[in-house]
Nanobody
Framework: VQLQASGGGLVQAGDSLKLSCVVY????????IGWFRRAPGKDRELLAS??????IRNYVEPSRFTISRDNAKNTVFLQMNSLKPEDTAIYYC??????????????WGQGTQVTVSS
């Protein structure tokens, strides 16, 4: 399974951004996809996950982020609204198994940088 994240960039506070994660591989549908981020000096944070049947878990509340997927394009999205400077981070997608209190990840994308200026 391979994942390719894209869509990051430099935006201003209050802007929106939509990240994409294209998932490749014969066994890709065996895994749910999660979005993570790692901000400078902070631990990696799990934001949301979605299965290929559409079951969603949000791990950050209240969330300005919405996860969705397009199965026909093997793509998972992360819509980010009302961005703040503290959302500046590298955003990653990962294939794995996601549950309410824990998760296991098996494959990672390369990450896409999001920078929010004030």
């Amino acid at each position: 399974v391979q994942l390719q994240a894209s869509g990051g960039g430099l935006v201003q506070a209050g802007d929106s951004l939509k990240l994409s994660c294209v998932v490749y591989g014969r066994t890709a549908s065996s895994y749910a996809i999660g979005w993570f981020r790692r901000a400078p000096g902070k631990d990696r944070e799990l934001l949301a996950s979605i299965t290929w049947s559409g079951s969603i878990r949000n791990y950050v509340e209240p969330s300005r982020f919405t996860i969705s997927r397009d199965n026909a394009k093997n793509t998972v999205f992360l819509q980010m609204n009302s961005l703040k400077p503290e959302d500046t981070a590298i955003y990653y997608c990962a294939a794995g198994n996601y549950y309410r209190t824990y998760h296991t990840t098996h494959y990672w994308g390369q990450g896409t940088q999001v920078t929010v200026s004030s």
